[in-house]
T-cell receptor, first 113, second 115 residues
Framework: NAGVTQTPKFQVLKTGQSMTLQCAQD?????MYWYRQDPGMGLRLIYY???????DKGEVPNGYNVSRLNKREFSLRLESAAPSQTSVYFC????????????FGSGTQLSVL | QKEVEQDPGPLSVPEGAIVSLNCTYS??????FMWYRQYSRKGPELLMY????GNKEDGRFTAQVDKSSKYISLFIRDSQPSDSATYLC???????????????FGQGTILTVHP
């Protein structure tokens, strides 16, 4: 069982560079999420997709864009990376009627210099 | 003010101790209350959840929700070194609401259980 797969695991960018974080789930879940985790801040929601074809902003969407490519895949793009986007990024998915249970990937550690 | 507040610790206890972890919240629409456990360099995993108020027990773990005080707790009995992790509380509104399924997390408490 792969669950939620994120790539890459580590990335170093220079300020102003762009990149896309990839996420795929094999559990046939409708909803998918992108969170970032910073020390002392917990997990903060960037964007989410309630179902294929829909995306909505979360708590901290500025500087990010997302694409729900199909039911399996949900990507997060940084168009012009900034040092403030240095963080650990987690993708997650959820079953339709299980509000409480998110399945998380193992994270992408991103450093922006 | 954050919607969910959690003391980040860190908390260090000897093996066998009873651990108490707590969160407070301000949004009265929250109906689902969860505790996630996160080991170092891993994604969080659901440990326990409670719908609305009350207690729930699972082995050495007990989750409590007091909606009148907007306060939730996780107790770990007979703590083990393998319990060393970051514990995150999380909350979600009820089905049908715009926030359904969008979990709001606390800051996380780093717990170390030493032998």
């Amino acid at each position: 069982n792969a669950g939620v797969t994120q790539t890459p695991k580590f990335q170093v960018l220079k300020t102003g560079q762009s990149m896309t974080l990839q996420c795929a789930q094999d559990m046939n879940h409708n909803s998918m999420y992108w969170y970032r985790q910073d020390p002392g801040m917990g997990l903060r929601l960037i964007y989410y997709s309630a179902s294929e074809g829909t995306t909505d902003k979360g708590e901290v969407p500025n500087g990010y864009n997302v694409s729900r490519l199909n039911k399996r895949e949900f990507s997060l793009r940084l168009e012009s990376a900034a040092p403030s986007q240095t963080s650990v990024y987690f993708c997650a998915s959820r079953e339709r009627d299980r509000a409480e249970k998110l399945f998380f990937g193992s994270g992408t550690q991103l450093s922006v210099l | 003010q954050k919607e969910v507040e959690q003391d980040p610790g860190p908390l260090s206890v000897p093996e066998g101790a009873i651990v108490s972890l707590n969160c407070t919240y301000s949004n009265s629409a929250f109906q689902y209350f969860m505790w996630y456990r996160q080991y170092s360099r891993k994604g969080p995993e659901l440990l326990m959840y409670t719908y609305s108020s009350g207690n729930k027990e699972d082995g050495r773990f007990t989750a409590q929700v007091d909606k009148s005080s907007k306060y939730i707790s996780l107790f770990i009995r007979d703590s083990q070194p393998s319990d060393s992790a970051t514990y995150l509380c999380a909350m979600s509104a009820r089905a049908g609401g715009t926030s359904y399924g969008k979990l709001t997390f606390g800051q996380g408490t780093i717990l170390t259980v030493h032998p």
